[in-house]
Protein backbone atom coordinates (compact mmCIF):
# COMPACT_ATOMS: atom_id res chain seq x y z
CA UNK A 1 0.00 0.00 0.00
CA UNK A 2 1.40 3.29 -0.98
CA UNK A 3 0.23 6.87 1.27
CA UNK A 4 1.03 9.95 0.95
CA UNK A 5 0.16 13.54 2.06
CA UNK A 6 -0.60 16.70 0.50
CA UNK A 7 -1.97 19.82 0.66
CA UNK A 8 -3.46 20.60 -2.68
CA UNK A 9 -6.66 21.82 -3.71
CA UNK A 10 -8.74 19.25 -3.87
CA UNK A 11 -9.73 19.45 -7.46
CA UNK A 12 -6.01 18.97 -8.40
CA UNK A 13 -5.69 16.06 -6.46
CA UNK A 14 -4.56 12.99 -8.76
CA UNK A 15 -6.95 9.65 -7.92
CA UNK A 16 -9.65 7.36 -9.00
CA UNK A 17 -12.03 8.16 -6.05
CA UNK A 18 -11.89 11.36 -3.45
CA UNK A 19 -13.54 10.76 -0.41
CA UNK A 20 -14.99 13.62 2.13
CA UNK A 21 -16.77 12.42 5.35
CA UNK A 22 -18.92 14.22 7.39
CA UNK A 23 -19.05 14.49 10.91
CA UNK A 24 -20.85 16.25 13.94
CA UNK A 25 -19.61 19.20 13.48
CA UNK A 26 -19.85 19.52 9.42
CA UNK A 27 -17.37 18.29 6.16
CA UNK A 28 -13.85 17.00 6.93
CA UNK A 29 -13.39 19.60 3.82
CA UNK A 30 -13.39 22.75 2.24
CA UNK A 31 -13.46 24.09 -1.73
CA UNK A 32 -14.50 26.78 -3.30
CA UNK A 33 -14.01 25.19 -6.83
CA UNK A 34 -17.60 25.11 -8.03
CA UNK A 35 -18.41 21.43 -9.14
CA UNK A 36 -16.90 20.43 -5.38
CA UNK A 37 -18.95 23.40 -3.76
CA UNK A 38 -21.99 22.64 -4.88
CA UNK A 39 -21.78 18.87 -4.00
CA UNK A 40 -20.58 19.45 0.05
CA UNK A 41 -23.68 22.03 0.05
CA UNK A 42 -26.15 19.88 -1.06
CA UNK A 43 -24.53 16.68 0.77
CA UNK A 44 -24.65 18.67 4.34
CA UNK A 45 -28.18 20.20 3.92
CA UNK A 46 -29.95 16.67 2.94
CA UNK A 47 -27.33 14.93 6.04
CA UNK A 48 -29.21 17.32 8.31
CA UNK A 49 -33.14 17.01 7.23
CA UNK A 50 -32.15 13.17 7.36
CA UNK A 51 -33.32 13.39 3.21
CA UNK A 52 -30.13 11.42 2.02
CA UNK A 53 -28.70 8.06 2.48
CA UNK A 54 -25.39 7.47 4.31
CA UNK A 55 -23.53 7.21 1.71
CA UNK A 56 -23.36 9.81 -1.77
CA UNK A 57 -21.68 8.44 -4.45
CA UNK A 58 -21.83 10.60 -7.77
CA UNK A 59 -19.43 11.02 -10.91
CA UNK A 60 -18.13 14.22 -12.05
CA UNK A 61 -18.24 15.79 -15.09
CA UNK A 62 -15.73 15.35 -17.54
CA UNK A 63 -15.41 18.83 -18.44
CA UNK A 64 -15.73 19.94 -13.49
CA UNK A 65 -12.17 21.14 -13.81
CA UNK A 66 -11.28 18.08 -11.27
CA UNK A 67 -8.44 15.47 -12.00
CA UNK A 68 -10.58 12.91 -10.23
CA UNK A 69 -14.25 11.37 -11.34
CA UNK A 70 -15.75 10.01 -8.70
CA UNK A 71 -16.79 12.07 -5.62
CA UNK A 72 -17.97 10.06 -2.39
CA UNK A 73 -19.62 11.56 0.28
CA UNK A 74 -19.91 10.12 3.75
CA UNK A 75 -21.73 10.85 7.01
CA UNK A 76 -19.92 9.42 10.18
CA UNK A 77 -23.10 8.37 12.79
CA UNK A 78 -21.05 8.80 16.27
CA UNK A 79 -22.52 6.79 19.41
CA UNK A 80 -22.17 8.22 22.89
CA UNK A 81 -20.97 4.65 23.62
CA UNK A 82 -18.78 4.49 21.11
CA UNK A 83 -14.75 4.15 22.11
CA UNK A 84 -12.75 6.82 20.54
CA UNK A 85 -12.54 7.74 16.43
CA UNK A 86 -14.26 3.90 16.35
CA UNK A 87 -17.29 5.42 14.06
CA UNK A 88 -14.31 7.23 11.79
CA UNK A 89 -12.47 4.05 11.06
CA UNK A 90 -15.57 1.90 10.43
CA UNK A 91 -16.76 4.64 7.76
CA UNK A 92 -13.54 4.79 6.02
CA UNK A 93 -13.14 0.88 6.11
CA UNK A 94 -16.94 1.32 4.41
CA UNK A 95 -15.82 3.99 1.85
CA UNK A 96 -12.74 1.84 0.85
CA UNK A 97 -15.08 -1.58 0.28
CA UNK A 98 -17.27 1.18 -1.77
CA UNK A 99 -15.11 1.75 -3.60
CA UNK A 100 -13.57 -1.71 -3.93
CA UNK A 101 -16.75 -2.54 -5.84
CA UNK A 102 -16.05 0.08 -8.76
CA UNK A 103 -12.55 -1.64 -9.18
CA UNK A 104 -11.38 1.97 -7.69
CA UNK A 105 -8.00 1.62 -6.19
CA UNK A 106 -6.49 4.94 -6.07
CA UNK A 107 -8.13 7.00 -3.64
CA UNK A 108 -7.57 10.36 -1.56
CA UNK A 109 -9.25 10.83 1.80
CA UNK A 110 -10.14 15.10 2.24
CA UNK A 111 -9.17 16.20 6.26
CA UNK A 112 -9.13 19.36 6.40
CA UNK A 113 -9.36 19.87 10.59
CA UNK A 114 -7.30 21.49 13.53
CA UNK A 115 -6.37 17.41 14.60
CA UNK A 116 -5.82 16.19 10.92
CA UNK A 117 -3.04 14.29 11.84
CA UNK A 118 -5.79 12.36 14.42
CA UNK A 119 -8.37 12.17 12.21
CA UNK A 120 -6.02 10.64 9.42
CA UNK A 121 -4.84 8.24 11.33
CA UNK A 122 -8.14 6.87 12.17
CA UNK A 123 -9.36 6.81 8.73
CA UNK A 124 -6.02 4.64 7.84
CA UNK A 125 -6.46 2.62 10.87
CA UNK A 126 -10.14 1.77 9.51
CA UNK A 127 -8.81 1.11 6.00
CA UNK A 128 -5.93 -0.90 6.97
CA UNK A 129 -8.00 -3.30 9.09
CA UNK A 130 -10.89 -3.01 6.66
CA UNK A 131 -9.22 -3.94 4.01
CA UNK A 132 -7.37 -7.15 5.13
CA UNK A 133 -8.38 -10.41 3.49
CA UNK A 134 -6.91 -13.39 4.38
CA UNK A 135 -6.73 -15.45 1.02
CA UNK A 136 -4.28 -17.87 1.70
CA UNK A 137 -6.27 -20.91 1.64
CA UNK A 138 -8.42 -20.52 -1.05
CA UNK A 139 -7.45 -22.50 -4.28
CA UNK A 140 -8.33 -19.80 -6.21
CA UNK A 141 -8.87 -16.10 -5.41
CA UNK A 142 -9.15 -12.84 -7.82
CA UNK A 143 -5.71 -10.72 -7.78
CA UNK A 144 -7.10 -7.24 -5.97
CA UNK A 145 -4.88 -4.14 -6.91
CA UNK A 146 -2.79 -2.77 -3.98
CA UNK A 147 -4.24 0.49 -2.64
CA UNK A 148 -2.91 3.82 -3.35
CA UNK A 149 -3.59 6.17 -0.67
CA UNK A 150 -3.66 10.29 -0.58
CA UNK A 151 -4.38 12.12 2.77
CA UNK A 152 -5.22 15.88 1.68
CA UNK A 153 -4.55 18.12 4.79
CA UNK A 154 -3.84 21.63 5.50
CA UNK A 155 -0.23 22.90 4.60
CA UNK A 156 0.66 23.49 8.36
CA UNK A 157 0.41 20.15 9.54
CA UNK A 158 1.85 17.65 6.47
CA UNK A 159 4.70 16.95 8.25
CA UNK A 160 2.96 15.80 11.67
CA UNK A 161 0.57 14.08 9.38
CA UNK A 162 3.41 12.10 7.87
CA UNK A 163 4.73 10.85 11.47
CA UNK A 164 1.32 10.19 13.00
CA UNK A 165 0.49 8.25 9.90
CA UNK A 166 3.69 5.92 9.73
CA UNK A 167 3.08 5.37 13.56
CA UNK A 168 -0.64 3.93 12.98
CA UNK A 169 0.38 1.95 9.75
CA UNK A 170 3.08 0.19 11.89
CA UNK A 171 0.86 -0.90 14.59
CA UNK A 172 -1.98 -1.69 12.18
CA UNK A 173 0.01 -4.24 10.57
CA UNK A 174 0.92 -6.15 13.70
CA UNK A 175 -2.37 -6.27 14.55
CA UNK A 176 -3.73 -7.69 11.09
CA UNK A 177 -0.13 -10.03 11.41
CA UNK A 178 -1.90 -11.51 14.61
CA UNK A 179 -4.94 -11.69 12.60
CA UNK A 180 -3.58 -13.98 10.25
CA UNK A 181 -1.77 -16.21 13.06
CA UNK A 182 -5.62 -16.50 14.71
CA UNK A 183 -7.05 -17.80 10.90
CA UNK A 184 -4.05 -20.22 10.11
CA UNK A 185 -5.32 -23.74 10.89
CA UNK A 186 -3.66 -26.13 13.44
CA UNK A 187 -2.09 -28.28 10.72
CA UNK A 188 -0.50 -24.86 9.50
CA UNK A 189 0.00 -23.21 12.91
CA UNK A 190 2.14 -25.71 14.93
CA UNK A 191 3.39 -24.72 18.23
CA UNK A 192 7.00 -24.94 16.33
CA UNK A 193 5.67 -22.83 13.65
CA UNK A 194 3.85 -20.14 16.33
CA UNK A 195 7.06 -19.86 18.05
CA UNK A 196 9.05 -19.13 14.76
CA UNK A 197 6.89 -16.64 13.71
CA UNK A 198 8.20 -15.01 17.09
CA UNK A 199 11.81 -15.29 16.57
CA UNK A 200 11.48 -13.97 13.32
CA UNK A 201 9.64 -10.73 14.81
CA UNK A 202 12.45 -10.47 17.37
CA UNK A 203 15.07 -10.75 14.61
CA UNK A 204 13.32 -8.33 12.03
CA UNK A 205 13.00 -5.70 15.33
CA UNK A 206 16.55 -6.45 17.38
CA UNK A 207 15.36 -7.89 20.27
CA UNK A 208 17.09 -10.86 21.82
CA UNK A 209 14.59 -14.88 21.57
CA UNK A 210 15.27 -18.01 23.48
CA UNK A 211 13.10 -20.86 22.85
CA UNK A 212 12.72 -23.90 24.51
CA UNK A 213 11.53 -27.37 22.82
CA UNK A 214 9.66 -30.20 24.77
CA UNK A 215 12.82 -31.77 26.04
CA UNK A 216 14.20 -28.75 27.76
CA UNK A 217 10.97 -27.80 29.03
CA UNK A 218 10.41 -31.03 30.79
CA UNK A 219 14.59 -30.57 32.00
CA UNK A 220 13.74 -27.06 33.66
CA UNK A 221 10.46 -27.96 35.41
CA UNK A 222 8.07 -27.00 33.40
CA UNK A 223 6.48 -29.68 33.74
CA UNK A 224 2.41 -28.21 33.37
CA UNK A 225 3.36 -27.11 29.53
CA UNK A 226 4.98 -30.68 28.48
CA UNK A 227 1.65 -32.58 30.15
CA UNK A 228 -0.37 -30.63 28.33
CA UNK A 229 1.32 -31.17 24.60
CA UNK A 230 2.64 -34.55 25.80
CA UNK A 231 -0.64 -36.32 23.02
CA UNK A 232 0.16 -34.27 20.00
CA UNK A 233 2.10 -35.19 17.33
CA UNK A 234 3.34 -31.34 17.33
CA UNK A 235 5.11 -30.96 20.72
CA UNK A 236 4.82 -27.99 23.16
CA UNK A 237 7.46 -24.94 22.67
CA UNK A 238 8.12 -21.76 25.29
CA UNK A 239 9.64 -18.71 23.37
CA UNK A 240 11.00 -15.75 25.51
CA UNK A 241 11.35 -12.22 23.63
CA UNK A 242 13.29 -9.53 24.96
CA UNK A 243 13.08 -6.01 23.73
CA UNK A 244 15.81 -3.69 25.27
CA UNK A 245 16.08 -0.04 23.99
CA UNK A 246 19.51 1.85 24.45
CA UNK A 247 17.70 4.55 25.75
CA UNK A 248 14.38 4.43 28.11
CA UNK A 249 11.80 7.39 29.52
CA UNK A 250 10.42 4.54 32.25
CA UNK A 251 12.25 2.56 34.63
CA UNK A 252 9.38 -0.13 34.89
CA UNK A 253 10.32 -3.59 33.01
CA UNK A 254 7.06 -4.93 31.39
CA UNK A 255 6.40 -8.46 30.46
CA UNK A 256 3.99 -8.98 28.81
CA UNK A 257 2.67 -13.35 28.50
CA UNK A 258 0.28 -14.73 26.06
CA UNK A 259 -1.59 -18.24 25.76
CA UNK A 260 -0.32 -20.11 22.42
CA UNK A 261 -2.91 -22.80 22.21
CA UNK A 262 -2.21 -23.88 18.58
CA UNK A 263 -5.60 -26.42 18.79
CA UNK A 264 -7.49 -27.19 21.82
CA UNK A 265 -9.38 -30.12 21.85
CA UNK A 266 -9.95 -30.38 25.31
CA UNK A 267 -7.78 -33.36 26.14
CA UNK A 268 -9.89 -36.91 27.37
CA UNK A 269 -12.47 -33.91 27.91
CA UNK A 270 -13.42 -33.50 24.48
CA UNK A 271 -15.02 -30.69 23.24
CA UNK A 272 -17.91 -30.65 21.71
CA UNK A 273 -18.87 -29.54 18.41
CA UNK A 274 -20.18 -26.52 18.25
CA UNK A 275 -16.67 -25.25 19.36
CA UNK A 276 -13.85 -27.74 18.64
CA UNK A 277 -13.66 -26.61 14.98
CA UNK A 278 -12.98 -22.99 15.79
CA UNK A 279 -9.97 -23.84 18.45
CA UNK A 280 -7.28 -23.23 16.35
CA UNK A 281 -7.52 -19.57 17.61
CA UNK A 282 -7.13 -20.59 20.75
CA UNK A 283 -4.30 -19.04 20.36
CA UNK A 284 -5.47 -15.57 20.23
CA UNK A 285 -3.51 -13.96 23.32
CA UNK A 286 -0.25 -15.05 21.94
CA UNK A 287 -1.22 -13.85 18.72
CA UNK A 288 -1.27 -10.36 20.08
CA UNK A 289 1.29 -10.05 22.33
CA UNK A 290 3.78 -11.09 18.98
CA UNK A 291 1.90 -8.57 17.65
CA UNK A 292 2.49 -6.10 20.34
CA UNK A 293 6.06 -6.85 20.08
CA UNK A 294 6.71 -6.30 16.15
CA UNK A 295 4.39 -2.52 16.79
CA UNK A 296 6.43 -2.33 19.98
CA UNK A 297 10.12 -2.46 18.18
CA UNK A 298 8.85 -0.71 14.64
CA UNK A 299 7.66 2.45 16.86
CA UNK A 300 11.44 1.98 18.44
CA UNK A 301 9.48 2.73 22.11
CA UNK A 302 11.39 3.75 24.81
CA UNK A 303 10.54 1.42 27.27
CA UNK A 304 12.17 -2.65 28.02
CA UNK A 305 9.65 -5.00 27.18
CA UNK A 306 9.62 -8.65 27.51
CA UNK A 307 7.44 -11.28 25.98
CA UNK A 308 6.79 -14.95 27.06
CA UNK A 309 4.51 -17.26 25.54
CA UNK A 310 3.47 -20.66 26.03
CA UNK A 311 2.46 -22.65 22.88
CA UNK A 312 1.18 -26.37 23.00
CA UNK A 313 -1.47 -28.50 20.86
CA UNK A 314 -3.84 -30.15 23.31
CA UNK A 315 -4.81 -33.74 21.75
CA UNK A 316 -5.97 -36.83 22.83
CA UNK A 317 -3.84 -40.38 22.16
CA UNK A 318 -2.73 -42.72 24.65
CA UNK A 319 0.04 -40.17 25.75
CA UNK A 320 -2.16 -37.32 26.47
CA UNK A 321 -2.47 -35.99 30.34
CA UNK A 322 -5.44 -37.31 31.75
CA UNK A 323 -8.38 -36.41 34.04
CA UNK A 324 -6.89 -37.18 37.70
CA UNK A 325 -3.35 -36.90 37.38
CA UNK A 326 -1.54 -34.35 39.92
CA UNK A 327 1.19 -32.20 38.31
CA UNK A 328 4.30 -30.24 39.83
CA UNK A 329 3.96 -26.63 38.45
CA UNK A 330 7.69 -24.79 37.91
CA UNK A 331 7.48 -22.60 41.09
CA UNK A 332 7.00 -26.13 43.08
CA UNK A 333 3.24 -26.37 43.53
CA UNK A 334 0.98 -29.35 42.56
CA UNK A 335 -2.11 -29.33 40.58
CA UNK A 336 -4.31 -31.62 39.99
CA UNK A 337 -6.44 -31.71 37.34
CA UNK A 338 -9.93 -32.38 36.80
CA UNK A 339 -10.33 -31.24 33.42
CA UNK A 340 -7.91 -31.13 30.81
CA UNK A 341 -9.79 -28.49 28.98
CA UNK A 342 -9.11 -26.18 31.46
CA UNK A 343 -5.27 -26.26 30.04
CA UNK A 344 -4.91 -22.87 29.03
CA UNK A 345 -3.90 -21.80 32.92
CA UNK A 346 -1.57 -24.44 33.42
CA UNK A 347 -0.07 -23.32 30.25
CA UNK A 348 0.12 -19.48 31.52
CA UNK A 349 1.56 -20.85 35.30
CA UNK A 350 4.53 -22.34 33.87
CA UNK A 351 4.40 -18.67 31.85
CA UNK A 352 4.53 -16.76 35.10
CA UNK A 353 7.56 -18.60 36.18
CA UNK A 354 9.79 -17.86 33.18
CA UNK A 355 8.33 -14.40 33.07
CA UNK A 356 9.45 -13.77 37.14
CA UNK A 357 13.12 -14.79 36.33
CA UNK A 358 13.00 -11.92 34.20
CA UNK A 359 12.64 -9.54 37.21
CA UNK A 360 9.37 -8.04 35.79
CA UNK A 361 7.67 -4.69 37.79
CA UNK A 362 4.30 -5.19 35.45
CA UNK A 363 3.13 -8.49 34.10
CA UNK A 364 0.22 -8.64 31.97
CA UNK A 365 -1.54 -11.42 30.49
CA UNK A 366 -3.46 -12.27 27.62
CA UNK A 367 -5.38 -15.74 26.91
CA UNK A 368 -8.52 -17.02 25.24
CA UNK A 369 -8.75 -18.09 28.81
CA UNK A 370 -12.71 -18.92 29.47
CA UNK A 371 -15.70 -19.45 27.24
CA UNK A 372 -17.43 -17.44 30.97
CA UNK A 373 -15.54 -14.34 29.93
CA UNK A 374 -17.56 -14.10 26.72
CA UNK A 375 -20.73 -15.35 28.21
CA UNK A 376 -20.56 -12.26 30.58
CA UNK A 377 -19.59 -9.58 28.08
CA UNK A 378 -20.24 -10.71 24.86
CA UNK A 379 -18.36 -9.82 21.74
CA UNK A 380 -17.81 -6.36 22.61
CA UNK A 381 -15.31 -6.47 25.52
CA UNK A 382 -12.29 -8.44 27.02
CA UNK A 383 -12.52 -9.28 30.75
CA UNK A 384 -9.97 -7.21 32.91
CA UNK A 385 -8.81 -8.64 36.17
CA UNK A 386 -6.33 -6.25 38.30
CA UNK A 387 -5.57 -5.49 42.05
CA UNK A 388 -3.72 -3.00 41.13
CA UNK A 389 -5.93 0.52 40.61
CA UNK A 390 -3.55 2.17 39.14
CA UNK A 391 -2.73 -0.47 36.07
CA UNK A 392 -6.46 -0.94 36.06
CA UNK A 393 -6.94 3.16 34.80
CA UNK A 394 -4.40 2.73 32.63
CA UNK A 395 -5.36 -0.68 30.81
CA UNK A 396 -9.24 0.79 31.05
CA UNK A 397 -8.35 4.28 29.42
CA UNK A 398 -5.89 2.35 26.47
CA UNK A 399 -9.00 0.38 25.27
CA UNK A 400 -11.08 3.18 25.23
CA UNK A 401 -8.42 4.94 23.20
CA UNK A 402 -7.97 2.16 20.35
CA UNK A 403 -11.37 0.55 20.53
CA UNK A 404 -9.95 -2.83 21.82
CA UNK A 405 -12.30 -2.08 25.28
CA UNK A 406 -11.82 -4.06 28.54
CA UNK A 407 -14.45 -4.79 31.10
CA UNK A 408 -13.30 -4.82 34.81
CA UNK A 409 -14.64 -8.56 36.60
CA UNK A 410 -13.21 -8.85 40.05
CA UNK A 411 -10.51 -11.10 42.00
CA UNK A 412 -13.32 -12.42 44.75
CA UNK A 413 -10.92 -13.72 47.57
CA UNK A 414 -13.78 -15.59 48.97
CA UNK A 415 -13.79 -17.71 45.70
CA UNK A 416 -10.23 -18.76 46.43
CA UNK A 417 -10.92 -22.06 48.88
CA UNK A 418 -12.94 -23.88 45.54
CA UNK A 419 -9.48 -24.14 44.56
CA UNK A 420 -8.28 -26.45 46.99
CA UNK A 421 -7.77 -29.75 46.68
CA UNK A 422 -6.97 -32.35 49.13
CA UNK A 423 -4.05 -34.32 47.87
CA UNK A 424 -2.85 -31.41 45.59
CA UNK A 425 -2.40 -27.76 46.02
CA UNK A 426 -4.35 -26.48 43.84
CA UNK A 427 -7.36 -28.21 41.37
CA UNK A 428 -7.37 -26.69 37.86
CA UNK A 429 -10.86 -26.70 38.09
CA UNK A 430 -13.33 -24.55 40.74
CA UNK A 431 -15.43 -26.89 43.21
CA UNK A 432 -18.20 -24.20 42.72
CA UNK A 433 -19.92 -24.91 39.73
CA UNK A 434 -22.65 -22.03 39.77
CA UNK A 435 -20.74 -19.78 37.69
CA UNK A 436 -17.83 -17.35 37.45
CA UNK A 437 -15.53 -19.56 35.82
CA UNK A 438 -13.63 -16.57 34.20
CA UNK A 439 -13.10 -15.12 38.07
CA UNK A 440 -11.96 -18.76 39.23
CA UNK A 441 -9.18 -18.77 36.28
CA UNK A 442 -8.48 -16.06 37.44
CA UNK A 443 -8.11 -17.01 40.87
CA UNK A 444 -6.03 -19.91 40.18
CA UNK A 445 -3.19 -18.01 37.97
CA UNK A 446 -2.90 -15.68 40.91
CA UNK A 447 -1.20 -18.12 42.92
CA UNK A 448 1.47 -18.18 40.46
CA UNK A 449 2.17 -14.12 39.92
CA UNK A 450 5.78 -13.45 40.77
CA UNK A 451 5.71 -12.05 44.00
CA UNK A 452 5.88 -8.01 44.11
CA UNK A 453 4.69 -7.85 40.77
CA UNK A 454 1.46 -5.66 39.36
CA UNK A 455 -0.28 -7.96 37.59
CA UNK A 456 -3.26 -8.05 35.30
CA UNK A 457 -5.17 -10.64 33.18
CA UNK A 458 -6.74 -10.09 30.26
CA UNK A 459 -9.56 -13.06 29.21
CA UNK A 460 -10.43 -12.50 25.66
CA UNK A 461 -11.79 -15.39 24.89
CA UNK A 462 -14.84 -13.56 23.73
CA UNK A 463 -13.01 -10.73 21.32
CA UNK A 464 -9.75 -12.75 20.27
CA UNK A 465 -12.19 -13.79 17.02
CA UNK A 466 -15.31 -12.61 15.49
CA UNK A 467 -18.05 -15.74 13.64
CA UNK A 468 -19.44 -12.75 10.97
CA UNK A 469 -18.25 -9.21 10.03
CA UNK A 470 -17.97 -6.74 12.83
CA UNK A 471 -16.78 -3.00 12.71
CA UNK A 472 -14.24 -2.89 10.36
CA UNK A 473 -13.66 -7.04 11.13
CA UNK A 474 -14.21 -9.68 8.44
CA UNK A 475 -14.91 -13.21 9.99
CA UNK A 476 -11.91 -14.81 11.69
CA UNK A 477 -9.18 -13.19 13.92
CA UNK A 478 -9.27 -9.58 14.97
CA UNK A 479 -5.64 -9.01 17.01
CA UNK A 480 -7.69 -7.48 19.68
CA UNK A 481 -5.08 -6.56 21.91
CA UNK A 482 -2.14 -5.39 19.75
CA UNK A 483 -3.49 -1.56 19.94
CA UNK A 484 -4.61 -2.17 23.26
CA UNK A 485 -0.62 -2.77 24.84
CA UNK A 486 0.81 -0.50 22.53
CA UNK A 487 -1.18 2.13 23.62
CA UNK A 488 -0.83 1.09 27.32
CA UNK A 489 3.18 1.42 26.80
CA UNK A 490 2.75 5.22 25.47
CA UNK A 491 0.91 5.94 28.22
CA UNK A 492 3.22 4.77 30.88
CA UNK A 493 5.96 6.40 28.80
CA UNK A 494 4.28 9.61 28.92
CA UNK A 495 3.42 9.00 32.58
CA UNK A 496 7.14 8.74 33.00
CA UNK A 497 6.31 5.08 34.42
Known amino acids: MKITVTSQPIEQVSAQAVVVLHESGGLLAESSHPALARHFS ?23 GCRTHHLLLDSVTFSAAAPLDEPLKM ?37 LLGDFRDTRFKGTHEKRPDLTLTFVVPAELEKEVRLVLEARRKVAVAQNHARALINAPHNVLTPA ?14 MKSTVLNEKQLRAKGYELTWQVGRGSEYPPRQVTLEYSPAKVAVRDHVVLVGKGMTFDSGGLCLKGRDSIYKM ?16 IAALKLPVRVSAVIGSAHNAVDGAAYYPGCIVKARNGKTVHIENTDAEGRLILADCFSRAGELKPDIMIDLATLTGAAGAALGSSFGAL ?12 KAGGNTGDELWPLPLVREYETSLRHHLADLNNMSSDKSG ?24 IAGVAQTDRPKRYFKTGGTGFGVRLLVEYLRLLIAKGG
Request: charged share 25%; proline share 1%; net charge neutral.
Open 42 to 64: TFVRDVDSKTCRREWFCTLDKDS
Open 91 to 127: TAARCVALCREYSLSKIAFVVHHKVAALKAAAILEGI
Open 193 to 206: VLVAEAVTVARKGG
Open 280 to 295: NGDMGGAAAVIGAMEG
Open 385 to 396: FTDDEVLRGQLL
Open 436 to 459: GGAIHAANFLRHFVPEGVRWAHLD
